[in-house]
Antibody, heavy 122, light 107 residues
Framework: QVQLVESGGGVVQPGRSLRLSCAAS????????MHWVRQAPGKGLEWVAV????????HYADSVKGRFTISRDNSKNTLYLQMNSLRAEDTAVYYC???????????????WGQGTLVTVTS | DIQMTQSPSTLSASVGDRVTITCRAS??????LAWYQQKPGKAPKLLIY???SLESGVPSRFSGSGSGTEFTLTISSLQPDDFATYYC?????????FGPGTKVEIK
């Protein structure tokens, strides 16, 4: 059974940094693309970033490009999101999500963590 | 970027009703469309992928159809557990985008 457990959320001031982690289990982590998707309070879903199974390919939403970095450690079955230069508009629940494809990524999101809340406020 | 729209934004229905939600893409996405269900305070759940393929474990009362720019999600007989918000998402090209959601409420 796929399990994705995010951690690292919290309250942070604008301009500061935060790193989210996602511990994965129940599937072959090194074989699957992984994503971060966020949801601002009371709003819809926004795709943030994707990383290939081997970590060599990454793509970002324009809203976070240059500020956020997605990475993974396949030896630890863990996904990360380093968030720098945080803004008030980055306030959201951040979900760690597994791609439905195997060996690559498709953009179809088949398993979601419970999410971790990031609040950016002065 | 591909823009996704959904209609209606809110839908009031009763248990046993047949419910249809429409999703439209700003350009053709072939069949690269998924549907998700989200309940308050919970993570989204994949229901349908590739426009019409039912994800494992999802009840057969859910079905999807369409291709190109127009898609529908149908719930054949609404159950109490189905009251939730439904999102469509295209996965044809970056940045993968979601529709704004359709909230299915109890009538």
């Amino acid at each position: 059974q796929v399990q994705l457990v995010e951690s690292g959320g919290g309250v942070v001031q604008p301009g500061r940094s935060l790193r989210l982690s996602c511990a994965a289990s129940g599937f072959t982590f090194r074989s699957d693309g992984m994503h971060w998707v966020r949801q601002a309070p009371g709003k819809g879903l926004e795709w943030v970033a994707v990383i290939s199974p081997d970590g060599n390919y990454k793509h970002y939403a324009d809203s976070v490009k240059g500020r956020f970095t997605i990475s993974r450690d396949n030896s630890k079955n863990t996904l990360y999101l380093q968030m720098n230069s945080l803004r008030a508009e980055d306030t959201a629940v951040y979900y760690c999500v597994k791609d439905r494809g195997s060996g690559y990524y498709t953009g179809c999101l088949d398993s979601w963590g419970q999410g971790t809340l990031v609040t950016v406020t002065s | 970027d591909i823009q996704m729209t959904q209609s209606p934004s809110t839908l009031s229905a009763s248990v046993g009703d047949r419910v249809t939600i429409t999703c439209r893409a700003s350009e053709s996405i072939s069949s690269w469309l998924a549907w998700y269900q989200q309940k308050p305070g919970k993570a989204p759940k994949l229901l349908i992928y590739k426009a019409s393929s039912l994800e494992s474990g999802v009840p057969s009362r859910f079905s999807g159809s369409g291709s190109g720019t127009e898609f529908t999600l149908t719930i054949s007989s609404l159950q109490p557990d189905d009251f939730a918000t439904y999102y469509c998402q295209e996965y044809k090209s970056y940045p993968w985008t979601f529709g704004p959601g359709t909230k299915v409420e109890i009538k």
